[in-house]
């Protein structure tokens, strides 16, 4: 069986854990230099991954922007592009959103229910992915696996992040602190209620914290430590 990638989430909130408010605008948490980072990692990833739910309501085309970097890319013998996937349960996402038009290859993982719906929406611009009655994360990054893909980055949105840290299956957190308090109770938030692995007493190992003009980054390891 191939390896599963390393699995990268990277989110943007505000002080008060909040990774959007509730108005119709998306909110811009990041600064100029922190969309570079991100734009950086992206570029470092195999694969991007976002959800179902973030697509339809942001509509982004998930990109690596510097030229450069893409031309570093191809000449490390990589597309211009990482793989860009999505997760839809429902199956209901446009052939119109910009995700399918821009880039390289993509994939859409989704249940044996929408599979059908997806194919014919969606012919020609993805390949479409059933892990079974329900979406199955394991078998997502199984597959993503014996895709070549060894680096997965994760972009939310808070269901998409709940899912692969509460099943254990996140290894790194990117967690960039943007100097804003929403304090709207209807705001999305980066984390939902869960049964998370370790409890609440369980400490994240810290792997490094900078300051990126106004906003903080820090990194953490996920993953439980092995005995």
């Given at each position: ?7 990268l ?5 505000s ?5 959007d ?23 470092d990833?195999?694969?991007i991954?976002?959800?179902g739910?973030t ?13 450069e970097?893409?031309a ?31 880039g ?9 229910s ?5 194919r014919e929406e ?15 994360f ?34 790194e ?7 804003l ?18 409890g609440?007493?369980?400490?994240m ?17 996920a ?5």
């Amino acid at each position: 069986m191939a390896t599963r990638p390393h699995v990268l989430l990277s989110v943007a909130t505000s002080i008060d854990g909040h990774i959007d408010d509730a108005s119709p605008e998306r909110l811009l948490l990041s600064n100029a230099a922190d969309f570079d980072r991100v734009d950086q990692v992206r570029a470092d990833s195999d694969a991007i991954l976002i959800g179902g739910n973030t697509l339809r309501s942001d509509n982004p085309r998930l990109l690596v922007n510097s030229e450069e970097r893409r031309a570093a890319r191809v000449a490390a013998g990589k597309p211009a592009y990482p793989l860009k996937v999505t997760i839809s349960a429902s199956g209901d996402l446009s052939r119109d959103l910009k995700f399918w038009h821009h880039g390289d290859k993509k994939v859409v993982y989704t249940t044996d229910s929408a599979a059908a719906k997806l194919r014919e929406e969606l012919d020609g611009l993805a390949d479409v992915v059933s892990t079974g009655a329900t979406v199955d994360f394991g078998a997502l990054l199984d597959d993503l696996g014996t895709r070549g893909v060894q680096r997965l980055m994760v972009e939310g949105g808070g269901r998409i992040h709940t899912q692969f840290l509460s099943q254990g299956l996140a290894d790194e957190i990117h967690l960039a602190i943007a100097p804003l308090v929403v304090g709207d109770a209807d705001a999305p938030r980066f984390l939902h209620p869960a049964t998370y692995p370790g409890g609440s007493t369980r400490r994240m190992r810290l792997l490094g914290a900078e300051t990126i003009d106004d906003v903080v980054l820090l990194r953490y390891a996920a993953k439980e430590e092995s005995a």
